[in-house]
């Protein structure tokens, strides 16, 4: 006689049996875990823009953040504005920090307004106004979190990743390389140009910060291009606001 | 009493040399390639997949017999999917941190040929105990094999170990740089990673030459 698993009728209902098991299984986890999720993803995001803005507890060589206990207070004390660029409208909305640029960048494509937030931080009589951006690297989304000054020079950078290569493009969250940004300017002879993430740097200790580029990783072609055209498409769309800022 | 018999040890045991799932089984190569380029991503990968590796292969030992042969390929993929989601979500929501920098490796070891292969050739005909020792065993021969390879592609390839710069600067040109000592930057590349785990496969079979294969 047949065995029993080996039948048809068994195969079928089996199959129902784990689709529901297994589903209900995760549509519970997944259900059950968001708002603690949500919550964590909050946080990182004050996280980022303090970070980005020198709020942050680096270490010689590594990145560490404000702990998450702290993030929410001090992202109080030092994010004194919060801004909403929508066209020629400027906006105050504190909860522009939760904007969410992927979705802004296609309902560019879809022809609505983008809007743009911009973040501008105190720290020390210093100012800084921070931009988050949204790009693609090699597998998957990369973005980042930049602080200018009014001139449009990098005072701070936190690039994150969602799947690049460990140990080669996922480096571009390591301080060597987001370090090189601080300092480097975003526009040359007053236009802005962006930053080149350059392969054949002839300043691989980065002194010359008027060169708009920094050293790339190797082994990370991809991934740098990524992080240079996000830098070209998404913070030009910034020069309108910070040409007005120094009307 | 010894705490594993002869028989149980032996299957921690004979993964980690002489039935490698590497090197001798050819398993899981993909992920060889991918992740090694620096040691500290070859040690979270090692220890991701001991993880999954020994409780699947308990889950699908347990499931071994009302499992339809038909579709068990399909029944292992799930058990491994969703094993691998829930740890994901759990750690997104209790350890953010650590799951940022596992979240890589998520699609790797859902598609890692080792822990389909040890479901399908052992977990299926054996009990739970048996197989977990077996699971824990080969996820340890490859992470032995991943921790060698990464730790020659790192130290080659970027002069660091850890992270650390065991070797020097090599902007700053001190340590063994003042010679004129260059990182290879080929290491960094997936070949380099074919061609380290070539090597270790030729230094095992020419030890133990009954691994060599007749043709």
Same mark, same amino acid.
């Given at each position: 006689?047949? +065995?029993?698993?080996?039948?048809?009728? &068994?195969?079928?209902?089996?199959?129902?049996?784990?689709?529901?098991?297994?589903?209900?299984?995760?549509?519970?986890?997944?259900?059950?875990?968001?708002?603690?999720i949500?919550?964590?993803?909050?946080?990182?995001?004050?996280?980022?823009i303090?970070?980005?803005?020198?709020?942050?507890?680096?270490?010689?060589?590594?990145?560490?953040?404000?702990?998450?206990?702290?993030?929410?207070?001090?992202?109080?004390?030092?994010?004194?504005?919060?801004?909403?660029?929508?066209?020629?409208?400027? #906006?105050?909305?504190?909860?522009?920090?939760?904007?969410?640029?992927?979705?802004?960048?296609?309902?560019?494509?879809?022809g609505?307004?983008? +809007?743009l937030?911009?973040?501008?931080?105190?720290?020390?009589?210093k100012?800084? &106004?921070?931009?988050?951006?949204?790009?693609?690297?090699?597998?998957?989304?990369?973005?980042?979190?930049?602080?200018?000054?009014?001139d449009?020079?990098?005072?701070?950078? &936190?690039?994150?990743? +969602?799947?690049? #290569?460990?140990?080669?493009?996922?480096?571009?969250k390591?301080?060597?390389?987001?370090?090189?940004?601080?300092?480097?300017?975003?526009?040359?002879?007053?236009?802005?140009?962006?930053?080149?993430?350059?392969k054949?740097?002839?300043?691989?200790?980065?002194?010359?910060?008027?060169?708009?580029?920094?050293?790339?990783?190797?082994?990370?072609?991809?991934?740098?291009?990524?992080?240079?055209?996000?830098?070209?498409?998404?913070? +030009?769309?910034?020069?309108?606001?910070?040409?007005?800022?120094?009307? | 009493?010894?705490?594993?018999?002869?028989?149980? @040890?032996?299957?921690?045991?004979?993964?980690?040399?002489?039935?490698?799932?590497?090197?001798?089984?050819?398993?899981?190569?993909?992920?060889?390639?991918?992740?090694?380029?620096?040691? !500290?991503?070859?040690?979270?990968?090692?220890? @991701?997949v001991? =993880?999954?590796?020994?409780?699947?292969?308990? $889950?699908? @030992?347990?499931?071994?017999?009302?499992?339809p042969?038909?579709?068990?390929?399909?029944v292992?993929? $799930?058990?491994?999917?969703?094993? $691998?989601?829930? $740890?994901?979500?759990?750690?997104?929501? =209790?350890?953010?941190?650590?799951?940022?920098?596992?979240?890589?490796? %998520? /699609?790797?070891?859902?598609?890692?040929?080792?822990?389909? /292969?040890?479901?399908?050739? =052992?977990?299926?005909? !054996?009990?739970?105990?048996?197989?977990?020792?077996d699971?824990?065993?080969?996820?340890a021969?490859? /992470?032995?094999?991943?921790?060698?390879?990464?730790? =020659?592609?790192?130290?080659?390839?970027?002069?660091?170990?850890?992270?650390?710069?065991?070797?020097?600067?090599?902007?700053?040109?001190?340590g063994?740089?003042?010679?004129?000592?260059? !990182?290879?930057?080929?290491?960094?590349?997936?070949?380099?990673?074919?061609?380290?785990?070539?090597?270790?496969?030729?230094?095992?079979?020419?030890?133990?030459?009954?691994? %060599?294969?007749?043709?």
């Amino acid at each position: 006689m047949e +065995k029993r698993t080996e039948k048809n009728v &068994y195969t079928i209902l089996f199959s129902i049996g784990m689709v529901i098991v297994v589903g209900s299984l995760l549509a519970f986890a997944a259900s059950a875990l968001k708002p603690t999720i949500d919550e964590n993803k909050r946080l990182e995001k004050q996280q980022n823009i303090l970070y980005a803005m020198g709020v942050n507890e680096n270490d010689e060589s590594s990145a560490n953040f404000v702990s998450t206990d702290v993030a929410p207070e001090l992202f109080d004390q030092y994010i004194t504005k919060q801004l909403v660029i929508q066209g020629n409208d400027i #906006t105050e909305d504190d909860q522009a920090y939760l904007i969410d640029v992927k979705k802004e960048q296609a309902n560019a494509k879809a022809g609505l307004e983008r +809007k743009l937030p911009v973040f501008i931080g105190e720290k020390d009589g210093k100012t800084y &106004y921070i931009a988050p951006i949204y790009g693609k690297g090699l597998w998957d989304a990369i973005w980042a979190y930049v602080a200018m000054d009014e001139d449009m020079v990098i005072q701070g950078a &936190y690039f994150d990743h +969602k799947g690049e #290569t460990p140990g080669l493009g996922a480096n571009i969250k390591q301080r060597f390389f987001m370090d090189d940004f601080i300092g480097e300017h975003l526009k040359s002879d007053g236009k802005f140009v962006g930053i080149d993430v350059a392969k054949s740097n002839a300043d691989p200790k980065n002194e010359d910060k008027t060169d708009n580029e920094v050293d790339a990783i190797a082994g990370a072609t991809i991934t740098g291009n990524g992080v240079a055209a996000m830098i070209k498409s998404d913070l +030009k769309l910034y020069v309108p606001f910070f040409n007005n800022l120094k009307k | 009493m010894a705490l594993l018999s002869k028989k149980d @040890s032996k299957l921690i045991l004979d993964p980690l040399t002489d039935n490698n799932p590497i090197t001798i089984q050819v398993l899981g190569i993909c992920s060889a390639l991918a992740i090694t380029a620096e040691l !500290n991503a070859s040690i979270v990968m090692a220890i @991701s997949v001991l =993880f999954v590796l020994g409780l699947g292969n308990v $889950v699908i @030992s347990l499931m071994r017999n009302i499992i339809p042969s038909k579709i068990r390929i399909i029944v292992q993929l $799930v058990v491994v999917a969703t094993l $691998v989601i829930i $740890v994901d979500q759990v750690l997104k929501a =209790f350890a953010y941190e650590l799951s940022k920098t596992l979240s890589v490796f %998520v /699609g790797l070891i859902i598609t890692n040929c080792i822990i389909m /292969g040890r479901f399908e050739a =052992f977990a299926l005909g !054996n009990g739970p105990w048996r197989s977990f020792l077996d699971g824990v065993g080969n996820a340890a021969g490859y /992470g032995i094999i991943l921790v060698i390879v990464g730790f =020659f592609r790192e130290l080659l390839g970027s002069g660091t170990l850890l992270g650390f710069k065991v070797l020097g600067d090599p902007i700053e040109k001190t340590g063994i740089y003042a010679i004129g000592y260059e !990182n290879n930057g080929f290491m960094l590349l997936s070949p380099m990673a074919l061609i380290v785990v070539g090597i270790i496969i030729w230094v095992q079979r020419t030890r133990n030459k009954a691994l %060599v294969e007749d043709h």
